[in-house]
Every structure is written in structure tokens, then in C-alpha cells.
């Protein structure tokens, strides 16, 4: 994608009056990392950039902003917050928008046509970090990473994140200006994590859980990464009833990734958010992808592709199945 | 708990059918398993699926959910958000290693008497067959 026709695009859209701010991504100060920008005016528009390493969700921003309460006769800020987003993410603020969490009007959305982004994590392994931030760009047939200097090509297959090789929705579903060409989308691969967990039987199922929850710090950053983890008052804070225990033991931490991955289901929009962020490597992906799958096979509904369909939870249809009851 | 101990169910019953039905059951003297701890909730679509976890967490070695059958429901649709809702539930549960043989949900109305016998026997079979659910038990803290 053309960066100077994405800098021009995000310094028009906060120079409008009735734009607070946009979200975009920057270069980061090492290595792979690449940060939030939060952009008010032209000049910090320069530095915004979409590069392979762009794989955060910029959606969280938008119902993670703090309003704490005004001095009396002050009038809320009701301009709008423009945001750029990928395929994936714009399901995340596509999944918000039906849910109500923000208003249709008061978002503007930049969508960006995304050809797949790299895994920081496991291009590291290979490459190792610089202490200069590496440049990387998509090629023909994967990726050219610049590092000290030196260009190195990069197979697409080698270093692609895990969720865009199952990704469906690389264009935006949703967006108010759009930018670069829209994307083919590709054959999604097979998703082999969750099949390896559904091949085991019961009670080793049981025993990979357990191995991966006990490594769970409960430092919650699953939660407040989602952009679709933003209730006011969470069942996790709540002591009355004590949903989950603090301790950090195997059972509370079943409780907790269990109940975090049902109030996720018919929601998540597999961003991969929840797995880049975990400090333990849990897979939560895996929990999320299966729900999922389960929703789009068996009831034929997807999060985050219709902005007007009623959410998946709220509703029902008389012959959904019911193979299961007695 | 050793294998041979009884099992522990929790059973989420719907005021309107269910239960009436658990009622009839009673008041025609038909014997059943006594393993059933009832819950009753005026409609299976406020069985929120946390509580199943939680009962689950607390103790119990399974849980029932039995409501109205569909188009039966004295609220016109709560069993239907409960169809949804429960069979996703369990979908995630046996995912996560939870025996399915756990986690039970039946429609049986008012004047089933004898279905409810029959499920309740169901459920007892089953999770006795599944054993004692220690694995996810609620670490009690000594005070």
C-alpha cells in the first residue's frame, strides 16, 4: 500500500472539524514492534505506517477510552474517532456496531485491504530482533525484511500468522474510506490446532487443558485486549457473587478461561488477539476458533459480518438442533 | 469421594413444566434415583450458562437442564435462547475435557411423570458411569 496516500487520507480526516482523533499504527522504538498511534494533527500523521507487522487490533481502542465524569456544565466531546482496520478488525468493529457498543456515527472507519501479516513471535525466532526497528513489505510471494541494512526474502508460508492462514475476511467488511487494493482472498488452511485437541479423547483433552490453564497468570490481558471484552462491570471483578476466585489454581483458572471463552462465543471475530498477547502461551485461540466453527457449521451465523443482524445469543430459530436434549 | 459414592446433580428445572412435572412424578408415588438436587428457576432461558459451570465448580458431578418442550414455553421463546445457549455449552465443555455423559438437558412437561423418571435415571446412569469430577472441584481454603 502506497504510505503517502495513507499519511494524506489520515491528515484530511483529523483535519475535519467533527474528528477527535484517529488510531493507526506506528513504528515501534525496536525490533518488530509496532505501536498504536494515536494521530490529532498532520505532522503526526507522517508517522503512521501498514506494514506486515501491523497484526494488533486498533478496535480495542474504541470502547477502551476512560470517561470519567465531567465538571458541571461541560458538554461531552461528541466528535468522532476515526480508526484504521484490517479485514479481521473491521469484524471486530462490525461485531460492536450490531452490538451497540459504539454508534455507527460516531466512528470513521479507514479500512485497509490486508494481504496477511507476519507473526512478530516467530519471525524472532529466526531472525532475531535488531535493536533498530526492521523494516518488512509484502512482495509478490511473501515478504522482504530489511534488518541492519540487509534485505533478506521471506516465503509467505514461513512466517505468516496463524490466524491470517485461516483468515476469510482479508478486505474490510466494513469502511468509510478505503485504502490499496482489494485483496483475493486466499484458500483458508485447514485448522489444525483445534483438530489436534479435538482428536484426543475425553480424558486426555481433559489433561491438555489442565497442562496449559496452570500455567495461566489470571493477569487478565486476554480480556482487556479483546475489543469485544468491554462490559462496564465485569463477572471477573464482581465479588458478590464470586463468579471466579483470585487464586491462581487450576480450578478458578478453568473457570475463568472457560467462562471468558463462552461469553466470547458467537462473538469473537478471531482476531488472534488474545494468544499474541498471553504472557503464558496459552492457546486460547483454540477455545474461540472451535465455538466458532461449532456456530458457523451448526446454526449458519458468523460475528461481525452484518452490522443489522441480531446477535447471536439474543436470538433463535425454531429449528435450531437439538440433537442433544432428551 | 471414592467411585462407589453416589453421584451429585444438580437439576435447573423450569417452574412451569419441569418441576410440575417432578411434582407429578411425586404425587403418583414413581421411584427414582434420589441423587437429584433441584434447583427451580421460572424458565430454562434464565439458566445462565455460568451457572452450570459454577454448579459444576462447586461440587456437583452433573448438571441437568430440563424446561418445556419447544413451543411450550409460558414465555413464549425462553426454552428456545436456552436450546441455543445450552448446546453451545455443552459443546465447549466437551471440548475442554469435560465428560459429555456430565451435562444433560431434557424438555419435560407437566404431565410427563414418567419421562422425567426415565431422564433422571438417565442422568444418574451416566454420571455414575463418568465417576466423581474431582478435576474441576473448587479448591476449599482452610481459613
Known sequence: M???????????VVARDDVKYLIGWKKGTFGYRVMPGFVEDAESAAELIFSPLCTANLATYLTLVEKPPLPRGQEPDKRKVAIMVKGCDS?????????????????????????????????????????EPAEIKWSDDGFVLVRNGEETNLSRDEVLAEKCKLCRYPNPVVSDITLGEPVEPWEPAEDTGVAEVEGKDVDNRWEYWQEQFANCLRCYSCRNVCPLC?????????LNPTWVYRSVNFSEN???????????????????????????????????????????????????????AEPFQAGYKPDDPEDFIM | MSANQEPNIVAFLCNWCSYAGADLAGT????????????????????????????FHQGADGVLVSGCHP????????????????????????????????????????????????????????????????????????W
Open chain 1, 2 to 12: 502506497d504510505l503517502e496516500k495513507l499519511r494524506e487520507t489520515a491528515a484530511e
Open chain 1, 91 to 131: 469484524r471486530a468493529v462490525t461485531q460492536l456496531l450490531m452490538e451497540k457498543g459504539i454508534e455507527r456515527e460516531n466512528v470513521v472507519i479507514i479500512g485497509c485491504h490486508c494481504p496477511g501479516m507476519v507473526d512478530p513471535a516467530l519471525l524472532a525466532e529466526k531472525y532475531p530482533e535488531a535493536e
Open chain 1, 230 to 238: 468491554y462490559c462496564e462491570d465485569c463477572i471477573l471483578d464482581r
Open chain 1, 254 to 308: 478453568t473457570a475463568f478461561n472457560l467462562a471468558r471463552a463462552f461469553h466470547l462465543a458467537a462473538r469473537c471475530i478471531e482476531c488472534g488477539e488474545c494468544e499474541r498477547v498471553c504472557p503464558a502461551n496459552i492457546p486460547l485461540g483454540k477455545l474461540n476458533r472451535k465455538l466458532a466453527r461449532e456456530v458457523r457449521e451448526k446454526y449458519g451465523y458468523e460475528p461481525g459480518t452484518d452490522p443489522e
Open chain 2, 28 to 55: 403418583s408415588r414413581i421411584q427414582y434415583p434420589h441423587n437429584i438436587q433441584v434447583i427451580r428457576v421460572m424458565c430454562t432461558g434464565r439458566v445462565n450458562p455460568l451457572y452450570v459451570m459454577n454448579a
Open chain 2, 71 to 142: 413451543g411450550d414455553c409460558h414465555y413464549m421463546e425462553g426454552n428456545y435462547h436456552a436450546r441455543r445457549r445450552m448446546g453451545l455449552l455443552k459443546e465447549l465443555l466437551e471440548f475442554a475435557g469435560v465428560d459429555p455423559r456430565r451435562f444433560h438437558m431434557s424438555w419435560v412437561s407437566a404431565s410427563e411423570g414418567h419421562k422425567w423418571k426415565e431422564v433422571v435415571e438417565k442422568t444418574v446412569e451416566d454420571t455414575k458411569e463418568a465417576g466423581p469430577f474431582e478435576g474441576f472441584r473448587r479448591r476449599q481454603i482452610d
